[in-house]
């Protein structure tokens, strides 16, 4: 009997992997440092605190695009991280599920 190879093939689109990503960093970080540096620039409508905003959201994207850099999606892993108890006690509750023993 001959052995056949017929694996089967998937094509994956390139657009279900890859991050989404503006100007090189997280979307949500990048638009949320974009509306902090124009509330920045237009509340308060003086040309020292535009400046300020400028430079605020030239900083922030730079440091988003080296995180990004790092790992594409690491907002959503340190949220991950910060919801995680450091220590989960090793004691039954009262509404546990109760294991029959066999034997």
């Not at 279900?16 to 124009?38: D, F, H, K, M, W």
């Not at 040309?47 to 922030?60: D, K, N």
Request: hydrophobic letters at 50%; one cysteine or more; charged letters at 15%.
């Amino acid at each position: 009997m001959a052995h056949r190879d017929d694996r089967r093939v998937l094509p994956i689109h390139q657009s279900l992997v890859q991050p989404l990503l503006i100007l090189g960093a997280e979307r949500e970080l990048v638009i949320i440092s974009a509306i902090a540096a124009a509330m920045l620039i237009f509340s308060v409508g003086n040309a020292y605190f535009a400046v300020v905003g400028i430079l605020f959201w030239l900083l922030t994207l730079t440091a988003l695009q080296r995180l990004a850099k790092v790992d594409t999606q690491m907002s959503k892993t340190y949220v991950r991280h910060v919801r995680h108890r450091s220590y989960y006690p090793a004691c039954a509750h009262s509404s546990a599920s109760v294991r029959e023993s066999i034997g």
